[in-house]
Nanobody
Framework: QLVESGGGLVQAGGSLRLSCAAS????????MGWFRQEPGKEREIVAS????????FTTGSVRGRFAISRDNAKNTVYLQMNNLKPEDTAVYYC???????????????WGQGTQVTVSS
């Protein structure tokens, strides 16, 4: 089970930190990712991280502004989002997969999503 939190409404230029709480097995053994989806569009990857945090990926449109991290002792994965822009507005989903991946099909388990809205 994956449970996201930390979404909300923020002004452009502001910051938010999303959290994804996972079961102990998932948090310590699975690769994790953050995806986002706007209405009428496909779900796209934002960032992913290997099970031990040794490998990370951040998609180009958010590189330098967003960072993914994990704390396996707390069974939690984070997405720190800085300098937010209106185009970052979307529902953000946490996902887990048995192997590290940067594609949607590489993830097997999904959270319910959390809304992030950035006002201009």
């Amino acid at each position: 089970q994956l449970v996201e939190s930390g979404g909300g409404l923020v002004q452009a230029g502001g910051s938010l930190r999303l959290s994804c709480a996972a079961s102990e097995h998932t948090a310590t053994s699975y690769a994790m990712g953050w995806f986002r989806q706007e209405p009428g569009k496909e779900r796209e990857i934002v960032a992913s991280i290997s099970w031990n945090g040794g490998t990370t990926f951040t998609t180009g449109s958010v590189r330098g502004r967003f960072a993914i991290s994990r704390d396996n002792a707390k069974n939690t994965v984070y997405l720190q989002m800085n300098n937010l822009k209106p185009e970052d507005t979307a529902v953000y989903y946490c996902a887990a997969g048995a192997r590290y991946s940067i594609t949607r099909t590489g993830f097997d388990y999904w959270g319910q999503g959390t809304q992030v809205t950035v006002s201009s």
